[in-house]
């Protein structure tokens, strides 16, 4: 008689579970980004946050059971797999990133970008801010790399106030919340004066900005964020050059959905070849949906799995990652390469 295996039970329980809690976190993301009723979207916030949390744990529960006696090699393969992932959707972006960075960041004088990530919950900008900060490590050191966090992932509006209040933290500048409207030029100065001044030679400064909600209740913040802050703090890093400290600076902002495109602020959205800093406009990444081309590519070359398939196996399952993640949605690829990573190592 055959002993079941209980570990592989046990994962393959908790696999559906987390596929399950997958489908039904989309389905209410999309509820609450859909709704009309104003009211109802706290208590669709909540569900969508309480769920987060049902896939949080589970997904703790897999990471604790490939690390168990039974989980034989699976920890460094999972690193191994992990190590690949920042690759996913990046492939036009990344090069998009690099052109900006050598264009405009790294000057010998010091340097400044603002870089739009739009949709970046469908299209995994979380993956390629991992892979930014990787590479500006690798290329600048980690002593040199200043990160600071300043946006919010609700529907509460984010507004100058806010913003520098947030930002200031990071630098132990204290901002108080005033009344409405920008903030007075000399207090926004102060604190870009602060941040410039805790740079050093050679050192960059991403300044991560997050916005989860529609745009169009932000247009006010982003155009006070184009056309007040940004212009201050170059000239802060301009006053920073003149003292021999060359210091260059990444604005990441992250949108969680797909920009209208009757967004009022259309005219500050621009390529990459006609960016200018000057002109206070963003840079956006042209993050995408993989083709079946690229996931085929992507497992040949990265999964390390590759090696064990023929081409008929490598197009079969290529064409089943495509399909299941909706022609490509990044998100649903990632998820499909975590799942066909778990069957090739089992617990």
């Known amino acids: ?38 009211a109802d979207r706290p208590l669709l916030q909540a569900q969508v946050d309480d769920l987060w949390e049902q896939i949080g744990r589970v997904d703790r529960k897999l990471q604790e059971l490939a690390q168990s006696p039974d989980g034989g090699d699976v920890r460094r393969q999972q690193q191994n797999w992990e190590d690949q992932l920042p690759k996913i959707d990046f492939q036009e972006a990344w090069l998009d990133f690099q052109a900006i960075y050598g264009r405009h960041i790294n000057r010998a004088g010091g340097g400044a970008a603002l870089i739009l990530a739009p949709d970046f919950r469908t299209m995994c900008a979380d993956l390629f801010v991992q892979r930014m900060v990787e590479w500006l490590t690798a290329n600048v050191g980690y002593n040199k790399l200043r990160r600071a966090a300043a946006g919010i992932d609700d529907y509460t509006p984010l507004t100058p106030h806010l913003f520098l209040r947030r930002l200031g933290s990071n630098f132990g500048h204290a901002f108080e919340d005033g009344a409405q409207g920008a903030p007075p030029p000399a207090q926004v100065r102060a604190l870009t004066d602060k941040m410039c001044g805790a740079l050093g ?9 997050t916005v989860d909600v529609d745009l169009y209740a932000h247009e006010p913040f982003l155009t006070w964020l184009l056309d007040d802050f940004w212009a201050t703090l170059v000239e802060s890093l301009q006053r920073a050059a003149a003292q021999h400290a060359y210091a260059k600076c990444i604005l990441f902002l992250a949108v969680g959905r797909r920009p209208p495109a009757t ?85």
């Open 201 to 209: 030679q050679g050192h960059v400064l991403l300044i991560e900005v």
């Open 263 to 347: 967004l009022p602020l259309a005219a500050r959205y621009c390529p990459l070849h006609a960016y200018e800093p000057q002109q206070r406009q963003l840079a956006q990444l042209p993050l995408a949906r993989w083709s079946e081309d690229e996931i085929k590519e992507w497992l040949a070359n990265c999964s390390g799995l590759a090696d064990r398939w023929d081409n008929q196996t490598l197009n079969q399952k290529a064409h089943a990652i495509y399909a299941a993640s909706i022609d490509g949605e990044p998100l649903r690829v990632r998820y499909e390469l975590d799942r066909l990573f778990r069957q090739r190592w089992p617990a």
């Open 1 to 38: 008689m055959i002993r079941p295996n209980l570990t592989e039970l046990r994962r393959q329980e908790l696999e559906t579970s987390y596929r399950l809690l997958m489908e039904r976190w989309a389905a209410a993301c999309h509820q609450r980004d859909t709704t009309l009723n104003a």
